[in-house]
């Protein structure tokens, strides 16, 4: 459990990975991350925030060891398809090559180093890149398969972030473990991308009516490691599921926080 405010206790740095985006009259690149990833480490993880800006590869070898936890965050742009070998982008598709050049390369030494690890949304399709998986772009334009997307000028914050459609967890995984043997899921739904081939080293913990991979775990040697395409910081103050998978990330980044100080300290696990 999440313990706040008490100065005996050495909280856990997050990285929370970071967008460039212009601001401004003269749209300038700006490095950001939506205040909901901050509010959600200050509360619930229990760790101080820290922002990643997409700097490039060149960053990944320093900052890496000087965290005990990464937070993928989501974001209106999509993985550039060149990472996978896909087609290209629709016209006026938002990409973010800086976020990519970045993120790829830190997950891939954040998952070989064992580094606590939540990978929400466009987090969990970058996840799913970096490892040698695949994206599908458009999954309402597929046949069979439901729109998954809610307009972003969607006005009404309840309809824009609420609970959208249920997901079935997988009986024997980590992630329906960690939320006390739940069968299903309600969760919200803010995504045109998503899973098409899975990583090899990927499980697939939940799915959406349509067959849409909601969730992934590693099953072996990757340290705690969990993806979710919905966004669970938007509701975690009033919905105790989303509020228990940023709890149990925040016990695995202490408990890697503390093999800096001892290293015979348990490892954290995968999300269980």
């Given at each position: 459990?999440?313990?706040?405010?008490d100065?005996?206790?050495m909280?856990?740095?997050i990285?929370i990975?970071?967008?460039?985006?212009?601001f401004?009259?003269?749209g300038?690149?700006?490095?950001?991350a939506?205040?909901?990833?901050v509010?959600?480490?200050?509360?619930?993880?229990g760790?101080?925030p820290?922002?990643?800006?997409a700097?490039?590869p060149?960053?990944v070898?320093?900052?890496?060891p000087r965290?005990?936890?990464?937070?993928?965050?989501?974001?209106?742009?999509?993985?550039?398809?060149?990472?996978y070998?896909g087609?290209?982008?629709a016209?006026?598709?938002?990409?973010?090559?800086?976020?990519?050049s970045?993120t790829?390369?830190?997950?891939?030494?954040?998952?070989?180093?064992?580094?606590?690890?939540?990978?929400?949304?466009r987090?969990?399709?970058?996840?799913?890149?970096a490892?040698g998986?695949?994206?599908?772009?458009?999954?309402?334009d597929?046949?069979?398969r439901?729109?998954?997307?809610?307009?972003?000028?969607?006005?009404?914050?309840?309809v824009?972030?609420?609970k959208?459609?249920?997901?079935?967890?997988?009986?024997?995984?980590?992630?329906?473990?960690?939320l006390?043997?739940?069968?299903?899921?309600p969760?919200?739904?803010l995504?045109?991308?998503?899973?098409?081939?899975l990583?090899p080293?990927?499980?697939a913990?939940a799915?959406?009516?349509?067959?849409?991979?909601?969730?992934?775990t590693?099953?072996?040697?990757c340290?705690?490691?969990?993806?979710?395409?919905?966004?669970?910081e938007?509701?975690?103050?009033r919905?105790?599921?989303?509020?228990?998978?940023?709890?149990?990330?925040?016990?695995?980044?202490r408990a890697?926080?503390?093999?800096?100080v001892?290293?015979?300290?348990?490892?954290?696990?995968a999300?269980?």
């Open positions: 459990m999440a313990k706040f405010h100065p005996t206790i909280r856990p740095l990285g990975s970071c967008c460039v985006k212009a401004g009259t003269f300038t690149p700006n490095h950001a939506s205040n909901s990833y509010h959600v480490v200050l509360g619930p993880v760790g101080l820290v922002l990643l800006p700097a490039g060149e960053v070898e320093d900052l890496l965290l005990d936890g990464l937070i993928l965050t989501g974001s209106r742009s999509n993985v550039w398809p060149g990472h070998e087609p290209d982008h016209p006026g598709t938002p990409e973010d090559q800086q976020r990519d970045t790829l390369p830190l997950i891939r030494a954040a998952v070989q180093a064992g580094l606590p690890l939540l990978a929400i949304c987090g969990m399709q970058e996840l799913n890149v490892l998986g695949s994206l599908d772009q458009r999954i309402q597929l046949e069979g439901m729109d998954h997307s809610t307009p972003s000028e969607q006005p009404l914050p309840a824009r972030v609420g959208a459609h249920a997901v079935r967890l997988a009986g024997n995984g980590r992630l329906a473990a960690m006390g043997g739940a069968a299903t899921l969760v919200n739904s995504h045109n991308q998503g899973v098409q081939r990583a080293r990927l499980n913990e799915w959406a009516p349509d067959g849409t991979v909601e969730a992934v590693c099953p072996d040697g340290g705690y490691l969990l993806g979710v395409q919905w966004h669970p938007y509701d975690w103050e919905d105790r599921m989303s509020r228990r998978i940023f709890e149990v990330f925040g016990d695995a980044c890697w926080a503390a093999r800096r001892d290293p015979a300290a348990p490892v954290p696990l999300a269980e």
